[in-house]
């Protein structure tokens, strides 16, 4: 069955701190996907890759970058950590054709 | 601007009747939907999707219908459970542009409450 693994389920980061958060899929999928989910603000696509080394910016990519160095791990950075960027993040890959898998999340707390 | 509306922030029902979680989209190129369940502190999962090709889906106490002429999609549940308790969402996909990928455009969920 489809798995993506995301390395952390809980995270307490420090404002200012740079923080990376790792996602592992085992299915060969081409597109992986970084969400965030906020209350009242549904999902949001922060950025996505269809590819090794190919990315796009989603809707809300500031402050955030992103690493695709082999297929199957997409990792979100974000460069310096804010308050505001306390979130549930959410990782997920897909076949073209078909929906997405998402991983289990992880919670994010800046302090 | 949204493109994929769910205008329930939260329904609430009981056990044993139906839920119907109702969704709008404004994008006509969209030609696959799909529904999600999402539990607290837990990933989406998939439940259910819909090609605009078909205007209905079923699976177990799962119905999908779709009108594309209103651009509107809706979730049934019946018969409602406790464990059906979650935020659902609902998503759609346009078709690939050239050097795309399928981006799920997702909307903003809809709490559903069974009560015992």
């Known amino acids: 069955d489809v798995k993506v693994t995301q390395s952390s389920r809980y995270l307490v980061k420090r404002t200012g701190e740079k923080v990376f958060l790792e996602c592992v899929q085992d299915m060969d999928h081409e597109n992986m996907f970084w969400y965030r989910q906020d209350p009242g603000l549904g999902l949001r696509l922060i950025y996505f890759s269809y590819d090794v080394k190919m990315k796009e910016k989603g809707d809300i990519p500031e402050g955030y970058s992103v690493s695709r160095e082999k297929k199957e791990r997409f990792s979100l950075i974000l460069e310096s950590a804010s308050t505001n960027q306390t979130s549930m993040y959410l990782c997920a890959s897909k076949v073209q054709g078909y929906g997405y898998t998402f991983g289990s999340g992880t919670r994010l707390t800046v302090v | 601007d949204q493109q994929v509306k769910q205008n329930s922030p939260s329904l609430s029902v009981q056990e044993g009747r139906i839920s119907i979680l109702n969704c709008d989209y404004t994008n006509s190129m969209f030609d696959y939907f799909l529904w999600y369940k999402k539990y607290p502190a837990e990933g989406p999962t998939f439940l259910i999707s819909?090609?605009?090709?078909?205007d209905k889906n079923e699976d177990g106490r799962f119905t999908v219908f779709l009108n594309k002429s209103a651009k509107h999609l809706s979730l049934h549940i019946v018969p409602s459970q406790p464990g059906d308790s979650a935020v659902y969402f609902c998503?759609?996909?346009?078709?690939?542009?050239?050097?795309?990928?399928?981006?799920?455009?997702f909307g903003k969920g809809t709490k559903l409450t069974v009560n015992p």
């Open positions: 998503a759609a996909s346009a078709p690939l542009s050239q050097g795309g990928s399928e981006k799920l455009v």
């Open positions: 819909i090609s605009s090709i078909k």
